[in-house]
């Protein structure tokens, strides 16, 4: 069952609209660069990215949202756990954010 990975970054006070725009394009581009250890390919089959343009003002401080979607809870796990490109751009980025919020869901699963 794929699993979607969605991601929520509130960044630093301090962090410049630059800085926000490169860690952003960062993450975006794990869609290509995370590749499956075993098929040799980029493996999240979408992701969706933007900044908070919400009109309810319940964002809490989160300003930017990753949507990943994998095919499968091993592939997320991999992600997660072991892909050095995610892995690098996680330390990379990390000193820029204040905090991050993340969910993964199975659609259709509600218990």
């Not at 800085?19 to 394009?25: F, L």
């Not at 933007?50 to 300003?63: A, F, K, Q, R, T």
């Not at 990943?68 to 996680?90: C, G, L, M, Q, W």
Request: glycine residues 4%; contains cysteine; proline residues 5%.
């Amino acid at each position: 069952m794929q699993v979607t990975h969605v991601v929520l970054l509130e960044f630093k006070p301090d962090v410049v609209p630059e800085v926000r725009e490169n860690v952003a394009s960062q993450v975006k581009a794990l869609r290509e660069s995370c590749i499956h250890p075993e098929t040799g390919k980029p493996y999240i089959l979408s992701m969706k990215a933007g900044v908070d343009v919400s009109i309810e003002g319940l964002h809490n401080g989160m300003s930017h949202a990753f949507v990943s979607v994998f095919e499968n809870t091993a592939d997320r796990d991999y992600f997660v756990n072991k892909d050095p490109a995610h892995i690098a751009v996680v330390q990379n980025v990390k000193e820029h954010l204040a905090k991050v919020q993340v969910v993964d869901f199975i659609d259709g699963k509600l218990i």
